[in-house]
């Protein structure tokens, strides 16, 4: 098992501008989330992917987008960003069908908006 | 809407006994986790326990819910420096851990 990596690991986008943050996740791992931490928070949940389509949603507007792909990979994208969109970004993933708990998180992305 | 709540900080001793807390409000949570956050890292699962059971406990850490208070505390016995960071409670409508809602975070700091 390789865990999950994410890239970049920084990243300073000007307001307004579109951001794609990536995830690789182990092979098998068919679930993916994507977590917004902001700075001295707790970790907030944006969406989940099973099998490259959604299905949980966080308290997050549309110009959050996710996408997932065959080969255990995902990306997080962002429109439009603001200020407030500065956070940390942690990607998390797990085999559906696994009985235990299976969640493994990466050790996110920095964007900084200015 | 669910909530989860903890207290900002706590400085121990080495060697000493850490109790971090945590309130939660949503009555069908069915599993509570306890995660740790080291600067620059991701989120490691600790231990989780199973809205059912009053105490679950691993080595040095053991977990109490107290379910009628919606209670969660996490105890590390001979606290160690390497136990420095930042500790999360979560919980979660699901056993697989699926769209955890996270307190905002402990920050343990351990004196030698």
């Known amino acids: 098992e390789t865990g999950v990596t994410q890239s970049p690991t920084h990243l300073i986008k000007t307001r307004g501008q579109q951001v794609t943050l990536r995830c690789s996740s182990q092979?098998?791992?068919?679930?993916v989330s994507w977590y917004q931490q902001a700075l001295g928070q707790g970790p907030q949940f944006i969406f989940q992917?099973?099998?490259?389509?959604?299905?949980g949603r966080g308290n997050f507007p549309p110009r959050f987008s996710g996408l997932q792909f065959p080969n255990y990979s995902s990306e997080l994208n962002v429109n439009a960003l603001e200020l407030d969109d500065s956070a940390l970004y942690l990607c998390?993933?797990?085999?559906?069908?696994?009985?235990?708990?299976?969640?493994?998180f990466g050790s996110g992305t920095r964007l900084t908006v200015v | 809407g669910e909530d989860v709540e903890q207290s900002l900080f706590l400085s121990v001793r080495e060697g000493d006994s850490s109790v971090i807390n945590c309130t939660y409000t949503?009555?069908?949570?069915?599993?509570l986790y306890w995660y740790k956050q080291e600067p620059g890292a991701g989120l490691q699962l600790l231990t989780y326990?199973?809205?059912?059971?009053d105490m679950k406990q691993d080595q040095r850490l053991t977990v109490l819910l107290n379910k009628k208070d919606k209670h969660l505390s996490l105890r590390i016995a001979d606290t160690q420096t390497g136990d420095s960071a930042i500790y999360f409670c979560?919980?979660?409508?699901?056993?697989?851990?699926?769209?955890?809602?996270f307190g905002g975070g402990t920050r343990l700091m351990v004196k030698p």
């Open positions: 979560a919980e979660s409508e699901d056993n697989a851990g699926n769209m955890l809602t």
């Open positions: 092979s098998g791992h068919n679930t």
């Open positions: 992917y099973y099998r490259e389509e959604e299905n």
């Open positions: 949503d009555s069908s949570s069915t599993y």
């Open positions: 998390a993933s797990r085999r559906a069908d696994s009985r235990y708990y299976g969640y493994t």
């Open positions: 326990i199973f809205s059912n059971m």
